[in-house]
């Protein structure tokens, strides 16, 4: 009986080292769409809330532009450099998780695709077809970082925890 257990615990704790070192060397996010790349380095992307566009690199060379909307006046994005911390295929993003009751002028429950997380405050790079017309022309967001459906996709497919997005003014 004793024996059957070391075996078990030894066959527990190899699969638990195998699915850790999985996920340190590029086996992505658990339960996560795998990304499309295998070669060319990390992916990057860079945020410009003045331009509004939003340029993805892989390996230091820009493979994507897309029009954004930022974070509207009192609700600036942060600038500076984040690591992406987790992802989202569809989630449900609350105003009341940061003080506004979703029934106030600025309140919203939405449900969003694609949600790439960057900050643990609450900044994320998603979907949000609502704001299309405003994506490369002005900012709308209450802070994250707004996509059209298609090119948050491709983003969510492509890019891995530990990946970086900078928001330059």
Known sequence: MRRAHRQT??????????VLLHLAFGGGVAGAAPG??????????????????????VGGQVVRTMPASM???????PL?????????RDMIM??????????????YRLNVEYAVRITWSGI??????????????????HGCINLNTENARWFYENVRVGDTVTIVG
């Not at 615990?9 to 195998?18: F, N």
């Not at 500076?80 to 989202?88: N, R």
């Open 9 to 18: 615990l030894r066959i527990l704790c190899a699969t638990i080292v195998i």
């Open 36 to 57: 499309v790349r295998t070669q060319g380095g990390p992916v990057s992307a860079v945020a410009n809330v003045s331009t509004h566009q939003f340029v993805v690199s």
């Open 71 to 77: 974070g509207k006046p009192g609700h600036e994005t």
């Open 80 to 88: 500076g450099t984040f690591q992406v911390l987790e992802k989202f």
């Open 94 to 107: 609350d105003s009341s998780t940061y003080g506004v009751p979703i029934d106030a002028p600025e309140g």
């Open 124 to 141: 994320f790079v998603h979907a949000a077809p609502w704001s299309v017309d405003s994506q490369g022309v002005e900012n709308v967001s």
